[in-house]
């Protein structure tokens, strides 16, 4: 008999070791692929662990994929903290990474600090990410890893500053933007960050860049040239409406699940086909007369 995906890949992280930094950098030596994928809360995190992927990023998607606002720009520091709390708790093997929100880093190196050093203390995080490969990204950059902990960063499309950027759109598609994207990516590697996402570049430009870096480089819409692969839990799930970015390959379509299973719930309410007598809980029939007798 044939085991299914989730037996298997559960029993591979039974005994599975914490990935740690070294790790990464061995799996790009040895040209692992490297998975990573958001996660928000408890349940998304058993299942990154039970999936057995090597980095969980709880990403400021979050703001977006289960806060439901509108872009990543508002959300604050401490609703990201509640978030990778709760997926600390349902994490034993991957690495951990905090994205810091669009305004926790910016003002100053040492806003940055005390910001990435929260997302550490109080969430438990192995590290942090911050969007951007300008000067002043890479200050906070070499600042956060001056104070001990590690950084991921993140070039081409950057959302938290998408308007700038001019909408949510594909980078480094010119000559002179995509050198733009190899200057920033070098600058954070030079700045000390562990590793860097590349989002929305075009897969040759990529490819250019990857020969440069030495650090891990994990792609999202960078084409398959990158060490690893990051999706966003609720577009590999398909728990959103719409399709989302190109990049985006759908492996299940849980939202429409949840929306039959729900509507199925309130149908059988309605009809009064739910509960059942199994749902119920049993009382001892002398007990019941006596509690009768005690209401008359
Ligand atoms: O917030 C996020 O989910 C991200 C990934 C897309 C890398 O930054």
């Given at each position: 008999?044939?085991?299914?995906?989730?037996?298997?890949?559960?029993?591979?992280?039974?005994?599975?070791?914490?990935?740690?930094?070294?790790?990464?950098?061995?799996?790009?030596?040895?040209?692992?692929?490297?998975?990573?994928?958001?996660?928000?809360?408890?349940?998304?995190?058993?299942?990154?662990?039970?999936?057995?992927?090597?980095?969980?990023?709880?990403?400021?998607?979050?703001?977006?994929?289960?806060?439901?606002?509108?872009?990543?720009?508002?959300?604050e520091?401490?609703?990201?903290?509640?978030?990778?709390?709760?997926?600390?708790?349902?994490?034993?093997?991957?690495?951990?990474?905090?994205?810091?929100?669009?305004?926790?880093?910016?003002?100053?190196?040492?806003?940055?600090?005390?910001?990435?050093?929260?997302?550490?203390?109080?969430?438990?995080?192995?590290?942090?990410?911050?969007?951007?490969?300008?000067?002043?990204?890479?200050?906070?950059?070499?600042?956060?890893?001056?104070?001990?902990?590690?950084?991921?960063?993140?070039?081409?499309?950057?959302?938290?500053?998408?308007?700038?950027?001019?909408?949510?759109?594909?980078?480094?598609?010119?000559?002179?933007?995509?050198?733009?994207?190899?200057?920033?990516?070098?600058?954070?590697?030079?700045?000390?960050?562990?590793?860097?996402?590349?989002?929305?570049?075009?897969?040759?430009?990529?490819?250019?860049?990857?020969?440069?870096?030495?650090?891990?480089?994990?792609?999202?819409?960078?084409?398959?040239?990158?060490?690893?692969?990051?999706?966003?839990?609720?577009?590999?799930?398909g728990?959103?409406?719409?399709?989302?970015a190109?990049?985006?390959?759908?492996?299940?379509?849980?939202?429409?699940?949840?929306?039959?299973?729900?509507?199925?719930?309130?149908d059988?309410?309605?009809?009064?086909?739910?509960?059942e007598?199994?749902?119920?809980?049993?009382?001892?029939?002398a007990?019941?007369?006596?509690?009768?007798?005690?209401?008359?």
């Amino acid at each position: 008999m044939s085991s299914h995906p989730s037996q298997i890949a559960a029993a591979a992280t039974s005994d599975r070791l914490p990935v740690t930094l070294p790790r990464l950098t061995e799996m790009k030596r040895l040209g692992e692929a490297i998975v990573m994928v958001t996660a928000y809360d408890f349940p998304s995190a058993r299942a990154a662990e039970a999936a057995g992927v090597d980095l969980v990023l709880v990403g400021d998607s979050g703001a977006m994929t289960v806060l439901g606002y509108p872009s990543t720009v508002p959300v604050e520091t401490d609703e990201l903290l509640v978030l990778a709390k709760a997926v600390r708790r349902g994490l034993r093997t991957p690495f951990l990474v905090g994205d810091l929100p669009f305004g926790s880093y910016e003002v100053s190196n040492e806003q940055a600090v005390r910001t990435a050093l929260r997302f550490v203390k109080e969430a438990g995080c192995d590290a942090v990410k911050l969007e951007g490969g300008g000067a002043t990204s890479t200050a906070r950059a070499r600042a956060v890893v001056n104070a001990g902990i590690p950084v991921m960063g993140h070039v081409g499309l950057t959302p938290q500053t998408a308007t700038a950027l001019g909408g949510y759109r594909a980078q480094g598609r010119d000559a002179a933007a995509a050198a733009r994207v190899a200057a920033e990516a070098l600058a954070l590697q030079e700045a000390g960050c562990f590793s860097l996402v590349f989002e929305a570049i075009p897969s040759d430009v990529a490819a250019e860049i990857m020969a440069r870096v030495e650090i891990p480089v994990i792609g999202i819409g960078a084409g398959p040239a990158t060490d690893g692969q990051v999706l966003v839990f609720h577009d590999l799930l398909g728990i959103r409406e719409g399709l989302g970015a190109r990049f985006v390959k759908r492996y299940a379509n849980l939202q429409d699940d949840m929306v039959a299973g729900v509507a199925a719930y309130a149908d059988d309410v309605r009809s009064r086909r739910y509960p059942e007598p199994q749902h119920g809980y049993a009382i001892d029939a002398a007990e019941l007369q006596a509690f009768r007798q005690h209401l008359t």
